[in-house]
């Protein structure tokens, strides 16, 4: 069995080496965003010095960032076992799945029914939400256990019907780090004769994703949480997409991606996906680089397996401090079923005071509802929410015990 070489991949990561106020960064924003390889650094560089150009031009350079763009596509089309003609890019999830919205709801009947969950980040809850309003649709809402933050399949049950025509479920939770059971949500969907669109945007830096073995007919996902830049991605079925209404100009060439794109981002991303590829060779044991999707599920094999075990060691420090709360799923039996992403709250004080007393002590961790607001309101959380704490692959241990102390210490003085 391969050991994860956490040296070797924090090495890859010139952020985690900056000092700020004489001590470095400890970084558990990641579910906000990720810090990125000095590869991707590299690689948004490179493209301004050797390939800036716009699309379809007759020299050098614009055929250069043509073929970085069409590789980018392929390398993101991997990431999710999909073919690259199959993945549409631009800026981020929730600006995709706003555009999509728009032409797949068009192709909806008045009265026709769209279902949300209260478990999702509100990218894909309310793009539905004002499809649904402009035209004539009915919104049902799909509410999760508050206790564990699930979604149980026997609440779908009574929420689909023959009018249905999509499910809008997100693949892990960003706020408590559930993991849904994608694949069984997709068979009951189906079989009612609806789409199903995933939001994968927490899943994928934390699972090894395969849309078409979920049955997902569409999955988003936002670059930037998975060491890249700023960059979103949408999988559509090719016979799908080709079917819906296209709102775009005239001689776009792509059907979905409206205007020139961000080309250096799509470099970077392309970089991302292949550091991924060397996490694969150097922590899961693959020894084949030219097959890049078999170096994306080792890769993704290693990431769970360290991060697992890394939020285990986070998750029984939590429960060891008086005043501390862990929301969603805290029995380590089930643990498999979320993604190593903690939402706690201290008793005696507030997730934004206790944000600001880290990050005095150069630890980064977000606090408030991070667009899962619907989820935040149920909980009786609102307006402060949790304070969220998102392990990646590239925290060490002890960074863990680093904030376990200083959380140990903010609870001890509310306390107080």
Same mark, same amino acid.
């Given at each position: 069995?391969?050991?994860?070489?956490?040296?070797?991949?924090?090495?890859?990561?010139?952020?985690?080496?900056?000092?700020?106020?004489?001590?470095?960064?400890?970084?558990?924003?990641?579910?906000?965003?990720?810090?990125?390889?000095?590869?991707?650094?590299?690689?948004?560089?490179?493209?301004?010095?050797?390939?800036?150009?716009?699309?379809?031009?007759?020299?050098?350079?614009?055929?250069?960032?043509?073929?970085?763009?069409?590789?980018?596509?392929?390398?993101?089309?991997?990431?999710?076992?999909?073919?690259?003609?199959?993945?549409?890019?631009?800026?981020?999830?929730?600006?995709?799945?706003?555009?999509?919205?728009?032409?797949?709801?068009?192709?909806?009947?008045?009265?026709?029914?769209?279902?949300?969950?209260?478990?999702?980040?509100?990218?894909?809850?309310?793009?539905?939400?004002?499809?649904?309003?402009?035209?004539?649709?009915?919104?049902?809402?799909?509410?999760?256990?508050?206790?564990?933050?699930?979604?149980?399949?026997?609440?779908?049950?009574?929420?689909?019907?023959? *009018?249905?025509? %999509? /499910? &809008?479920?997100?693949? =892990?939770?960003? +706020?408590?780090?559930?993991?849904?059971?994608?694949?069984?949500? #997709?068979?009951?969907?189906?079989?009612?004769?609806?789409?199903?669109?995933?939001?994968?945007?927490?899943?994928?830096?934390?699972?090894?994703?395969?849309?078409?073995?979920?049955?997902?007919?569409?999955?988003?996902?936002?670059?930037?949480?998975?060491?890249?830049?700023?960059?979103?991605?949408?999988?559509?079925?090719?016979?799908?997409?080709?079917?819906?209404?296209?709102?775009?100009?005239?001689?776009?060439?792509?059907?979905?991606?409206?205007?020139?794109?961000?080309?250096?981002?799509?470099?970077?991303?392309?970089?991302?996906?292949?550091?991924?590829?060397?996490?694969?060779?150097?922590?899961?044991?693959?020894?084949?680089?030219?097959?890049? *999707?078999?170096? %994306? /599920? &080792?890769?993704?094999? =290693?990431?769970? +397996?360290?991060?697992?075990?890394?939020?285990?060691?986070?998750? #029984?420090?939590?429960?060891?401090?008086?005043?501390?709360?862990?929301?969603?799923?805290?029995?380590?039996?089930?643990?498999?079923?979320?993604?190593?992403?903690?939402?706690?709250?201290?008793?005696?004080?507030?997730?934004?005071?206790?944000?600001?007393?880290?990050?005095?002590?150069?630890?980064?961790?977000?606090?408030?509802?991070?667009?899962?607001?619907?989820?935040?309101?149920?909980?009786?959380?609102?307006?402060?929410?949790?304070?969220?704490?998102?392990?990646?692959?590239?925290?060490?241990?002890?960074?863990?015990?680093?904030?376990?102390?200083?959380?140990?210490?903010?609870?001890?003085?509310?306390?107080?």
């Amino acid at each position: 069995m391969t050991t994860f070489d956490i040296d070797a991949v924090r090495a890859r990561f010139p952020a985690l080496s900056v000092d700020h106020d004489g001590r470095p960064m400890a970084f558990f924003d990641g579910p906000g965003g990720t810090q990125v390889p000095e590869t991707v650094i590299d690689a948004v560089a490179d493209y301004y010095r050797t390939a800036n150009a716009n699309h379809g031009g007759a020299f050098a350079t614009s055929r250069r960032s043509d073929a970085i763009v069409v590789e980018a596509h392929d390398a993101i089309a991997d990431l999710l076992n999909v073919h690259g003609r199959e993945i549409t890019l631009g800026p981020n999830m929730t600006t995709l799945t706003f555009h999509l919205s728009r032409s797949i709801a068009a192709s909806f009947r008045p009265g026709d029914e769209i279902v949300v969950t209260g478990l999702d980040h509100q990218a894909n809850v309310d793009p539905w939400i004002a499809a649904a309003r402009d035209n004539e649709l009915i919104v049902r809402t799909w509410e999760p256990r508050l206790d564990d933050c699930t979604l149980q399949l026997e609440d779908l049950e009574g929420l689909i019907g023959e *009018r249905t025509r %999509l /499910v &809008a479920v997100g693949w =892990a939770s960003n +706020a408590v780090g559930t993991i849904n059971p994608v694949a069984e949500i #997709a068979e009951r969907a189906h079989r009612a004769g609806a789409l199903v669109y995933v939001d994968a945007v927490h899943a994928a830096p934390h699972l090894s994703l395969d849309a078409p073995a979920v049955g997902a007919d569409f999955v988003a996902c936002s670059v930037y949480k998975f060491f890249g830049p700023h960059v979103g991605a949408v999988y559509a079925r090719q016979e799908l997409m080709a079917s819906l209404p296209s709102i775009k100009l005239r001689p776009a060439s792509h059907r979905f991606e409206t205007g020139t794109g961000n080309f250096e981002g799509y470099a970077g991303a392309l970089a991302a996906v292949d550091y991924l590829c060397w996490v694969g060779e150097r922590c899961g044991g693959h020894a084949s680089p030219a097959e890049r *999707r078999s170096g %994306l /599920v &080792a890769a993704m094999t =290693a990431i769970r +397996a360290y991060e697992l075990d890394l939020y285990g060691h986070l998750a #029984a420090g939590l429960a060891a401090i008086p005043g501390v709360r862990t929301w969603g799923l805290t029995d380590p039996a089930a643990f498999d079923r979320r993604t190593p992403t903690a939402a706690i709250t201290i008793a005696g004080t507030t997730p934004r005071a206790a944000a600001e007393a880290l990050g005095a002590q150069q630890i980064a961790a977000w606090d408030g509802d991070f667009y899962a607001t619907g989820l935040i309101e149920r909980l009786g959380l609102a307006p402060d929410g949790v304070l969220r704490i998102g392990l990646t692959h590239y925290n060490a241990r002890a960074e863990v015990d680093r904030l376990l102390e200083a959380l140990a210490t903010i609870a001890t003085d509310a306390r107080r």
